[in-house]
């Protein structure tokens, strides 16, 4: 099946992005339970090697924290979109794409009767044929298996994240401010001419 033609399937089998999104939610349930998908993940080593994790640490921690790998915040999106698109293509592999195609044939025949498995099942089988298909593999970032299975790899192998920089408490700060006006209204320490004596004052009057 061509490219057109399976994005021709998307469209008829699920109606609306917003209904492929749903039935993705569930798949990203199903990669935890069934024996097919189990095991499909990424190196998680080789997407952590490529992570500042100072800098990745608040979008790692509300990755970490989100309760399916698809409903991380939305104000994340575009940071991980532009680091899936530098890791991503590292990953994919020909082999790689056609071993998890196989594995969707495979469990869209045995979810067959179970409506609600057999559709998101059938949404990963697409999307890997998708990427197979696809004249250029330069947008891959954007297929959202590939997200779910990249963001799953982030959840099931977390890392110690770095301790947020505690901002100065209020008595510390204003205890800095008191110091520095104190130093800025000082009187200055000029020095001290001594008195001339008696003697040198009336010196130049003698003889």
Known sequence: MSESALQHQLISTFGSPENLFKNLVHLGEMFKTEDELKSVRFDADAIYEKLNLEEARDKLKAMYEAENPLLYPEDDQDFWRDVRKE???????????????????????????????????????????????????????????????????????????????????????????????????????????????????GGSDKG
């Open 87 to 201: 890791i991503l293509p590292d990953l994919i592999t020909d082999e790689f794409a056609k071993q998890v195609a196989k594995r969707f044939e495979v469990l869209v025949r045995k979810k067959k009767g179970v409506r609600k498995d057999y559709l998101a099942a059938s949404a990963g089988k697409l999307l890997a044929y998708l990427h197979i298909r696809a004249l250029t593999h330069t947008e891959m970032e954007d297929n959202a298996l590939w997200e779910l299975i990249f963001n799953l790899t982030l959840q099931e192998n977390q890392r110690e994240l770095p301790k947020p920089v505690e901002p100065a408490s209020e008595a510390e700060g204003e205890g800095e401010e008191r110091r520095e006006e104190g130093e800025e209204h000082a009187p200055s320490e000029t020095p001290v001419e001594p008195e001339a004596s008696a003697n040198e004052e």
